[in-house]
């Protein structure tokens, strides 16, 4: 029976409930949003949710594995039973909300916009008008500018992952990128291809509906138990000092506490 058991979840067959029962969870993500997930020069994935899903896993004493998908593919892949868990880097919104489950929020990150440095450009429309910003599809920052900064002139150019952004940011073709400010540090400033960029402006707080409330793991409408069992093992996680310790590792100076 475990045999078949195990079967059905590689195949997507067999529901959160079953998939409990067997002691495994089965997390989606987009691999491309360093220091969150990425792969290493060894082809393993690495950086800060998967370490907090690691730890999550262990907490609620369950065997982890991980299923890759573009950013914006992620919900529906979750509803096709493809995994049971988004487990890269989503943000808790209102508009997220109609369709998935969320846990209670893990940990938050600002939003920011990074762009040359001697631009003196600021994350406003009047700022951007006549400029082309680069953001991730299907995240929060995309959606915010497409609602506050592309109906007054500014020009928004979606990409499938954030890594093309900063290439076309450097070689560029953009003037911007809206990014989570700790995947733009520790992915971008941080490195060589990041000299001469720099955060412009401070971290958007304006619309806490497109924003969201904070970065937890997204969940088939009706899955309560695993909801349940995850915002234990969270709630342990946090106050063991565990989600503070793996921030001040992948973005040290960076407060990650949810409100």
């Not at 089965?26 to 691999?31: A, P, V």
């Not at 004493?61 to 529906?76: G, H, N, R, T």
């Amino acid at each position: 029976m475990k045999k078949l058991n195990a079967l059905l979840i590689g195949l997507g067959l067999l529901t959160s409930v079953q998939a409990l029962a067997e002691g495994t969870l089965r997390y989606g993500l987009e691999s491309q949003y360093a220091p969150f997930e990425s792969r290493n020069a060894h082809g393993d994935l690495e950086g800060f949710d998967i370490d907090v899903g690691n730890a999550i896993c262990k907490a609620a004493q369950l065997k982890c594995s991980w299923v890759e998908s573009s950013f914006d593919a992620l919900i529906p892949a979750l509803q096709a039973k493809k995994f049971d868990a988004i487990n890269s880097a989503m943000n808790i919104t209102e508009a997220r909300a109609k369709n998935v489950l969320f846990t209670k929020p893990i940990y938050a990150i600002p939003t920011m916009l990074v762009a040359k440095q001697g631009e003196n450009l600021q994350p406003t429309a009047a700022a951007l008008k006549g400029k082309n910003i680069g953001v991730l599809q299907g995240s929060i920052q995309e959606t915010y500018a497409k609602k506050h900064w592309e109906p007054q002139g500014v020009t928004i150019t979606s990409y499938q992952d954030q890594n093309q952004v900063y290439n076309d940011l450097v070689a560029g073709r953009l003037d911007a990128t809206l990014v989570m400010s700790a995947s733009g540090q520790e992915g971008f400033l941080n490195k060589p291809q990041g000299k001469g960029f720099a955060f412009a402006g401070g971290p958007l707080n304006d619309d806490p509906e497109v924003l969201g409330v904070g970065i937890g793991f997204g969940l088939r409408k009706g899955d309560t138990e695993l909801k349940q069992k995850l915002d234990t093992a969270i709630n342990q996680i946090q106050q063991d000092g565990t989600v503070t310790k793996l921030a001040a590792k992948y973005f040290p100076g960076i407060n990650v506490g949810v409100k």
